[in-house]
């Protein structure tokens, strides 16, 4: 940087960002269930920690696609710091999330996507961030499958399940 602006007159130097490029949740919330997988979306609230520099503070993402038998782990706690790079995360996962949800045992059959075209659900986000909220500082876990959706709270003593609804929407009424 001292090289560029090395005997040049008000040199800058300009950086970008730009968002990963990914899917909506909500598509990867289609894909999960027509694959026969489960989707797990983390969210922990961390805005009340906001100007103390010894703890992260905002709100903290992951996403995992896993075999719908696979449980909630209890110390996998989000640290993505937006939804889009949680995403993108399991984007660039999902050749070795399919590969394992392959059966190791040769006689075991190979599980077959039953379902037809589904249609988008509504954008989960808002609802996520809002249950998130009502239990700032701690880790919620949404685990999305065919059967419908369980909301898994995180503490010291594991994972416990908070709710099971047909629908993430049906969490807040």
Known sequence: MRAAGRGQPAARLIVTAVRPDAPPLAELIRLALGLDLALEVSVCDLRHHAGDPLCL?????????????????????????????????????????????VPADPAEPVPVPRSGPRDLVADPVPVLLRLAAQHAGQTLTVRFTRAGCTLHRHDGDGVRVVATAPDLHDFER
């Open 57 to 101: 503070d905002g709100v903290r993402w992951s996403v995992h696609l896993r075999s719908r038998a696979a449980p909630v782990h209890p110390d996998e706690l989000p640290y993505r710091p937006s939804v889009e790079a949680a995403l993108a995360w399991c984007r660039e996962c999902l050749d070795d999330t399919v590969a394992a949800a």
